[in-house]
């Protein structure tokens, strides 16, 4: 065997003696599972409305966009989209990208000038990380939730540039960040903040606006907002909220908006259409809330050590990765869906089940799942 693939052999060994294999598997389209693991909190992803608002657009301009919007033209799916975005996050402008992972790179890249000091949560989700690293900015990492930290690294870097890059809702142990605290602090050093609203979007917040709009952030010319279109609105993308300043800037210099083939405009037009639904979704948001709450409740009296219910991120400790892997393939094969995180994917050393909430599943089938995990995970 080559050199090369040899290495990797040796490497995919030791991921097996650490218990970190990672396997796909196979999801039918009529499975009967009960998810949770995906991010689809208010069950758009299967909405009539939206699936037929992404087959008239899909039907009027094919299956993708064809190339970037400042090639090949933007289209009125896009605008209509961004507008409603920026309408209900309470900013300026939006502007959306093919991906939230691209959206983090892009804004985090165009809000680096010479000597930018990157200050980031040790929580933050991998595409904040990989966009301070290829923005080139030093980027110095605070302890979670660690306001003082905070503080203390932009008061030693005064008269430089600085961005504050925290998440909302943090994506593995789902507890929220101290946004107001956040800000208070950057603006007293000139600095600005940077939300990943990416697991608050459509389920905190006034409207389900996200957890900017819940810190009374929305609209403050020193905080930039980011977030998927993938998880509460069901679809795929990202987006970057802010001034209009900033937004043009992404649009002529933003790597990832310029050199990337846009979101399709069918995506588009479902995930508009979505955002109307999550806006008018507080019934939604409410039994999310309430099955979180009744989660927590039930898998901490079974005696596992669950995570607050502060959205819809619940992450359950496991003794370790094998235990973590054992765990959600028996609940996969008692027809649960379930998270399993192992580092890399988790912020420390600790494995997880990490269980996101579906409004949309049938309140009898989410009930059954919770006794599942209790009796897969004693
Ligand atoms: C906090 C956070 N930011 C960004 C992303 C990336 O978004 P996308 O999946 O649209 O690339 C994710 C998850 O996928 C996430 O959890």
């Given at each position: 065997m080559a050199d090369w693939l040899a290495a990797l052999d040796r490497r995919a060994d030791l991921r097996a003696k650490a218990g970190l294999t990672r396997r796909l598997h196979p999801r039918a389209a009529d499975e009967t599972v009960t998810d949770l693991?995906?991010?689809?909190y208010l069950g758009l992803a299967t909405h009539p409305e939206v699936t037929a608002a992404a087959a008239r657009a899909l039907s009027a301009y094919?299956?993708?966009?064809?190339?970037s919007r400042l090639v090949r033209g933007s289209t009125d799916a896009h605008h209509a989209l961004e507008d409603a975005l920026a309408d209900w996050i309470g900013t300026d402008r939006a502007l959306v990208f093919s991906s939230g992972y691209l959206a983090n790179l892009g804004a985090l890249r165009a809000l680096v000038q010479p000597r930018t000091l990157l200050v980031s949560d040790a929580h933050n989700h991998a595409s904040l990380i990989d966009g301070c690293r290829i923005s080139g900015a030093e980027t110095v990492v605070t302890p979670h939730a660690d306001v003082t930290a905070v503080a203390d690294a932009l008061a030693a870097a005064p008269g430089r540039p600085a961005v504050v890059v925290t998440e909302s809702v943090f994506s593995v142990d789902g507890d929220l960040a101290p946004l107001a605290r956040l800000h208070a602090v950057a603006r007293r050093h000139g600095a600005l903040l940077l939300v990943d609203d990416a697991h608050a979007?459509?389920?905190?917040?006034?409207?389900?606006?996200?957890g900017v709009a819940a810190a009374g952030l929305a609209g403050e010319p020193d905080v930039v907002v980011t977030a998927t279109l993938s998880k509460a609105l069901g679809g795929a993308g990202g987006l970057v909220a802010g001034p209009a300043e900033f937004v043009r800037h992404l649009v002529e210099t933003g790597r990832t908006f310029i050199f990337d083939t846009a979101l399709p405009p069918a995506v588009a037009a479902g995930v508009h259409t979505a955002v109307g639904l999550a806006r008018a979704g507080e019934h939604l948001r409410a039994e999310l809330a309430e099955r979180a709450a009744l989660a927590v409740a039930r898998l901490a009296a079974a005696g596992l050590t669950v995570s607050a219910p502060d959205a819809g991120v619940i992450s359950v400790t496991a003794p370790g990765p094998e235990a973590a892997t054992a765990w959600a393939a028996d609940c996969r094969d008692r027809g649960v869906a379930v998270g399993c995180f192992r580092p890399p994917s988790t912020p420390d050393t600790r494995s997880r089940l990490r269980l996101t909430i579906n409004a949309g599943v049938p309140r009898t089938d989410f009930e059954r799942a919770l006794e599942v995990i209790v009796e897969v995970a004693p």
């Open positions: 693991a995906g991010n689809d094919g299956l993708g966009a064809t190339g979007l459509g389920v905190t917040g006034p409207a389900g606006a996200g």
